[in-house]
């Protein structure tokens, strides 16, 4: 008899998005070309933000965290997805998926953090400006992503070694094109019980410590720009801010609507086209908006594209 903390199962089969070769080759195209300018827009900014010292400052410190979150996000699903449309069979291993697991919990968790942090700063910045430079110092900002990537690594931690526990004994199809939590547990035939304990008071947490902080940061926020006579000035507060909202809503939002709506609200295969848009689209945004809506980034784009010439 097999000990009970050693799966059965030595690889997964993953369902992908399609079983159609016409659309298969389509849909590679459309997804390389997305994880293109993922990884050209997130790295671009990174650099954007290192080579100009003028974005030496803790908005773009964060950025630039998030942009790395971003790039490293992406390349968990995207080069497996890529692969899984040019295979026959798209095989991952037992070890790879709890790899691509761990990471994906890791990763998720980071920028949602991040994303809170980037609401403190900018709740400082517009309401306590005098005291920006105190109250978001070098070392304040360091602690507030080391306390960000510390929450992600303990909840990876949580989510992966609670799903090692789990025994898998014949089913090994997922019906899904990554290693996700809800997709593996409907294939445990041991009890699931403490995974999904464990589940709901990781959300719990991650719900009650950045919703609260971001709505109350922007409370304040919006409370201090109305608060300004000169519709010049509300705009140019509003400004700083309007990029951080828009992603936001759009990590927020797109999480909240795939895990959030009842079991019945749609069917699997709408699971994973709606997780594509948290998986795939968010991180190809983040930096056309910041690039696109950011005025020091474009003029550090101008200045380095012009030194750049010969």
């Known amino acids: 008899m097999a000990p009970t903390n050693i799966s059965l199962v030595t690889e997964f089969i993953l369902v992908g998005l399609a079983d159609k070769h016409d659309l298969q080759v389509l849909l590679f195209c459309v997804f390389l070309t997305m994880y293109m300018v993922t990884a050209l827009g997130n790295l671009g900014l990174m650099i954007l933000v290192l080579l100009n010292s003028h974005l030496h400052i803790p908005m773009y410190f964060f950025l630039l965290n998030l942009s790395f979150i971003d790039l490293c996000y992406s390349s968990v699903f995207t080069p497996k997805m890529l692969m899984s449309f040019l295979l026959r069979k798209n095989v991952i291993s037992y070890t790879g998926c709890m790899t691509q697991l761990y990471f994906f919990c890791f990763f998720v968790v980071s920028e949602c953090y991040v994303l809170t942090s980037m609401a403190y700063d900018r709740y400082v910045a517009i309401c306590n400006p005098l005291l920006y430079n105190i109250a978001m110092s070098p070392k304040v900002c360091l602690s507030l992503m080391f306390g960000s990537y510390l929450m992600a690594f303990s909840d990876a931690m949580a989510h992966t070694g609670c799903m090692l526990r789990l025994t898998f004994c014949d089913r090994n199809i997922i019906n899904h094109y ?5 997709p593996l547990l409907q294939l445990s035939c041991t009890s699931t019980y403490v995974n999904e304990l464990v589940a709901y008071v990781v959300v719990i947490i991650n719900i009650i410590v950045p919703t609260p902080t971001i709505f109350i940061s922007y409370f304040f926020i919006i409370s201090s720009i109305l608060r300004i006579r000169s519709t010049e000035g509300r705009a140019k507060a509003f400004s700083t801010c309007s990029s951080h909202i828009i992603v936001v809503s ?4 797109s999480g909240a609507f795939m895990y959030f709506k009842p079991p019945s609200a749609g069917s699997t295969d709408e699971g994973k086209i709606s997780s594509i848009f948290y998986t795939n689209v968010v991180p190809m945004m983040n930096p056309l908006i910041y690039s696109l809506r950011n005025k020091d980034v474009k ?7 012009t030194s750049c010439k010969f």
């Open 178 to 182: 990554f290693c996700d939590i809800l």
């Open 250 to 253: 759009l990590f927020f939002g």
């Open 299 to 305: 003029f550090a784009l101008r200045k380095t594209l």
